[in-house]
């Protein structure tokens, strides 16, 4: 739930970043925040949380990236009308929660995986 969450092991400077995503059947399979406009990727870091592997199980669930910061400016009822707002609409969506895009959310996919 948006509640709880796990922030990221790595920290990143505040800026504004490129997010894209992977599609398939309508359904996101993978997605990441270019951290550097170069076209070449020169090294990769993967979403790693403090306890985990930075793998997310698929059963019903959300992924949402943004500036913990921002969220907990937020009020709770706040809070839930951008979920719900999203929820409505069902797909990958840049969020304005307390900036112009500064939440990106998506379905983690159809379940039975991660």
């Known amino acids: 739930d948006i509640y709880r969450f796990e922030p990221l092991q790595r920290r990143v400077t505040p800026g504004e970043y490129l997010v894209e995503t992977v599609t398939t059947?309508?359904?996101v399979a993978g997605i990441r925040v270019k951290l550097s406009e170069s076209e070449q990727a020169v090294k990769w870091y993967a979403a790693n949380t403090?306890?985990?592997n930075g793998v997310y199980g698929v059963d019903a669930g959300n992924l949402a990236i943004?500036?913990?910061a921002n969220l907990v400016e937020l009020s709770h009822l706040r809070k839930e009308k951008l979920f719900n707002e999203w929820s409505l609409e069902g797909k990958t969506e840049l969020l304005s929660m307390t900036g112009q895009d500064d939440c990106v959310i998506c379905t983690s996919g159809f379940g039975d995986g991660a």
């Open 66 to 68: 943004f500036d913990v």
């Open 25 to 27: 059947h309508d359904r």
């Open 50 to 52: 403090p306890s985990g």
